[in-house]
């Protein structure tokens, strides 16, 4: 019998012994890479939709907090805290049930997906709800870490981005290769930083895999995508009050943000900025005609992606992977609403096989 083994142990020769050594995870990752026939017709490229959503918590930040609860447990961490606009959150509160830890959360009071807020409380952390927004969270998590016996489990801890690395190397794994482009969503921009980590490290020929030779040959264009709402790093200042309805990248000012430069720059990509209406069109095409469900932060990737092949930025035929971070089931609400913002309201039928019939439109 065989099973994938969490992103640890799957990928444990190529993250540190911090990590490795004392491992707590669910098995996270192993996520699909999911071609996307209409998307790909739509943009003349050969389109793969990495559905992080399938990770235990419903998020790729499962990846990151395997690796920073396992560091933690190794130092005999017996509580742990972070900020979060959700996912973090709901993840943290898993990960630390597993080992036998306490989890504090702090998230923006009123400003998180209810789907997310019930995991946080299920998991049995002590959600605090800040009169702030996310990147006041994170100030207050980074003090409490400094002055109290807390670890930070927030990307800032280097664990983080070593765990969600791995996507990258799942993502070459799967291809053969890495990709041409690579789109996803930014908001602290841990992610951004951990997937060319990972394309990095899987493209180095010093550091070879299983065949002597590096199992990627090259490293893709990173392109990430903001909020237009919510976007610091295109405007290039903090932005005081980010807004967008993608709650979990409703953040103004990443922690990350020289590393997604760095990324931006060393990959010869972009960092670019998406309306929440191209972010719930592309939410919308996902669903309905890829059968991806997924959270609307998620589907930035991929509305950067739309935006980009609309002003003649796809290169014909190029193999494109956007990353969709998070899972529907999050924060559904937004799957109720029709193309024009008008609540979808579902047909009520008799117990009548010709009503049924017809509210079907059968003949
Ligand atoms: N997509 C989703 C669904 C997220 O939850 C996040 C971040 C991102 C994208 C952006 O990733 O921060 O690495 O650039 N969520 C964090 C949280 C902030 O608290 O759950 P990033």
């Given at each position: 019998?065989?099973?994938?083994?969490?992103?640890?142990?799957?990928?444990?020769?190529?993250?540190?012994?911090?990590?490795t050594e004392h491992v707590v995870t669910l098995r996270e990752g192993g996520t699909p890479l999911i071609p996307a026939e209409h998307l790909s017709e739509l943009v003349g490229a050969q389109v793969h939709v990495k559905y992080e959503g399938l990770n235990p918590t419903g998020s790729f930040k499962d990846r990151g907090m395997t690796a920073a609860i396992s560091d933690a447990a190794r130092q005999g961490a017996k509580a742990v805290i972070c900020a979060s606009t959700g996912n973090t959150s709901a993840s943290a509160a898993a990960y630390a049930t597993?080992?036998?830890?306490?989890?504090?959360v702090l998230?923006?009071?009123?400003?998180?997906?209810?789907?997310?807020?019930?995991?946080?409380?299920?998991?049995?952390?002590?959600?605090?709800?800040?009169?702030?927004?996310?990147?006041?969270?994170?100030?207050?998590?980074?003090?409490?870490?400094?002055?109290?016996?807390?670890e930070l489990v927030n990307s800032v801890n280097p664990a983080r981005i070593e765990g969600q690395k791995t996507a990258a190397?799942?993502?070459?794994?799967?291809?053969?290769?890495?990709?041409?482009?690579?789109?996803?969503?930014?908001?602290n921009a841990g992610n951004i930083t951990a997937y060319w980590k990972g394309y990095g490290e899987y493209a180095d020929p010093r550091a070879p895999?299983?065949?002597?030779?590096?199992?990627?040959?090259?490293?893709?264009?990173?392109?990430?995508?903001?909020?237009?709402?919510?976007?610091?790093?295109?405007?290039?200042?903090?932005?005081?009050?980010?807004?967008?309805?993608?709650?979990?990248?409703?953040?103004g000012n990443p922690a990350s943000w020289p590393q997604a430069e760095a990324?931006?720059?060393e990959s010869g990509g972009v960092i670019?900025?998406?309306?929440?209406?191209?972010?719930?069109?592309?939410?919308?095409?996902l669903s309905s005609r890829e059968g991806i469900f997924v959270e609307p932060a998620s589907a930035a990737s991929v509305a950067g992606l739309l935006k980009r092949h609309a002003a003649g930025q796809v290169p014909a035929g190029a193999t494109v992977v956007c990353t969709v971070t998070g899972h529907g089931l999050k924060d559904p609400q937004w799957a109720l609403k029709g193309a024009d913002g008008s609540?979808?309201?579902p047909v009520r039928v008799s117990v009548d096989v010709v009503s049924v019939a017809d509210a079907l439109g059968l003949e």
């Open positions: 019998p065989h099973q994938w083994r969490g992103v640890i142990a799957e990928y444990a020769d190529r993250l540190p012994a911090s990590i597993k080992a036998g830890m306490e989890c504090g998230v923006p009071d009123g400003k998180i997906a209810m789907g997310k807020l019930s995991q946080a409380i299920a998991g049995g952390a002590t959600l605090i709800q800040v009169r702030g927004n996310f990147d006041d969270c994170l100030t207050l998590a980074r003090k409490l870490a400094e002055a109290y016996p807390v190397f799942e993502v070459v794994d799967a291809l053969g290769d890495a990709p041409d482009i690579h789109c996803l969503p930014v908001g895999g299983a065949g002597g030779h590096a199992p990627a040959s090259r490293r893709p264009r990173m392109w990430g995508f903001q909020a237009a709402g919510a976007a610091p790093i295109v405007k290039g200042h903090p932005v005081d009050d980010p807004e967008t309805i993608a709650t979990a990248i409703r953040i990324a931006r720059e670019e900025a998406v309306t929440d209406e191209e972010i719930l069109t592309a939410h919308r095409l609540d979808v309201d």
